[in-house]
């Protein structure tokens, strides 16, 4: 269904995901509340305690989800991120049986283009001109050309 390019964006967007440590926590912290001076300590997910990849790699996936736009990110973030099934993400935005292949094919191919992944012939866009015409080749207005 999806091509090998846009299962690498996928997994390139997931593994920034869990690198930056987007991921919640769903297990209680042992850790004591206050440090050794009295202060109250910043939780482990916190931007102080993050290193600088880690914060890099947040940001590169805050640039990716602007990048396919709010329409995709959604579905990029619950199947790429969070690794829910399609049918639990159609039930969760509200979409009509089987519609969610086609909506994460869509946003697949766009974070591939925001990730330059995708060649310049496979990209949609306005069609390029192209002449078989020499270099300086000008049509002329009866149909023949002469180089200029």
Known sequence: MISATEFEAGERLRTDFTFGQLMP????RWSPVGAHDGRPRASSNS???????ALAARERVR?????VGPELAGILVDVCCYLKGLESAEKAQ???LRSAKVVLQLALQSLA????????????????????????????PGGGGEPA
């Open 63 to 67: 640039r990716a989800l602007d990048a």
């Open 47 to 53: 931007a102080g305690d993050l290193t600088d990849n």
């Open 113 to 140: 283009r925001h990730y330059g992944l995708l060649g310049s012939g496979a990209s949609p866009g306005p069609a390029r001109i192209r002449h078989w015409g020499a270099d300086g080749y000008r049509p002329t």
């Open 25 to 28: 926590s769903v297990t209680a």
């Open 94 to 96: 509200g979409w009509p």
